[in-house]
């Protein structure tokens, strides 16, 4: 079947650590999404990716960076400058602009 | 730029209920609307959609939409709560030059027996 893979599902990172999030899709989209998603808060944009080599920033970029040299995968790394990224992140994938987005089942990054 | 209005933060209902969720939007051309459902610790799942045409639109577990440009309003409907309704439900407007997402902050809806 295909869909959209993210893993681990729950990620513990000490302070000061850096942190990737996988997320992998096999449906052959090629716009990918990451978004965080905090209580009360909805989901926020953090990065997104039109196409293979090329991101931009999202509402939330700051302490975040991302790469996308494949177009099956758009990890997330976490950095020790994002101040507070214990949170839900998320990623999605659509293919066309007027798509629907496809969701992964989320990671839940948990700073100890 | 877009953006989209869920007034309630939560809402109970009883099991057998009707249902209305409401979502108002902001955008100044014809909007693409979506409604998302999200379980306990899930990523989120579509419910259903509008582009244009028909007014009220159909999803899949028993949910209906309707598109007022008038109101600005998309909001989502269930004519009986099932149990298994209990999540939170996300409405989103995609527009902008990227085509992005816009989702609102989100609707918890609580089912009482």
């Known amino acids: 079947d295909g869909g959209i893979t993210q893993s681990p599902k729950y990620l513990f990172r000490k302070e000061g650590q850096n942190v990737t999030l996988s997320c992998e899709q096999n449906?052959?989209?090629?716009?990918m999404y990451w978004y965080r998603q905090d209580p009360g808060q909805g989901l926020r944009l953090i990065y997104y990716s039109q196409i293979v080599n090329d991101f931009q920033k999202g509402d939330i970029a700051e302490g975040y960076s991302v790469s996308r040299e494949k177009k099956e995968s758009f990890p997330l790394t976490v950095t020790s400058a994002q101040k507070n990224p214990t949170a839900f992140y998320l990623c999605a994938s659509k293919q066309g602009p007027l798509d629907g987005y496809t969701f992964g089942s989320g990671t839940r990054l948990t700073v100890v | 730029a877009q953006s989209v209005t869920q007034p309630d933060i939560h809402i109970t209902v009883s099991e057998g209920a009707s249902l209305e969720l409401r979502c108002n939007y902001s955008y100044g051309a014809t909007p693409y609307l979506f409604w998302y459902v999200q379980s306990p610790g899930q990523g989120l799942q579509l419910l259903l959609k509008y582009f244009s045409g028909d007014t009220l639109v159909q999803g899949i577990k028993g949910f209906e939409a309707e598109f007022k440009r008038s109101q600005s309003s998309f909001n989502l409907r269930k004519p009986s709560v099932h149990w298994s309704d209990a999540a939170e439900y996300f409405c989103a407007v995609v527009g902008g030059s990227n085509y992005k997402l816009t989702f609102g902050k989100g609707t918890l809806l609580t089912v009482n027996p």
């Open positions: 449906l052959n989209h090629d716009a």
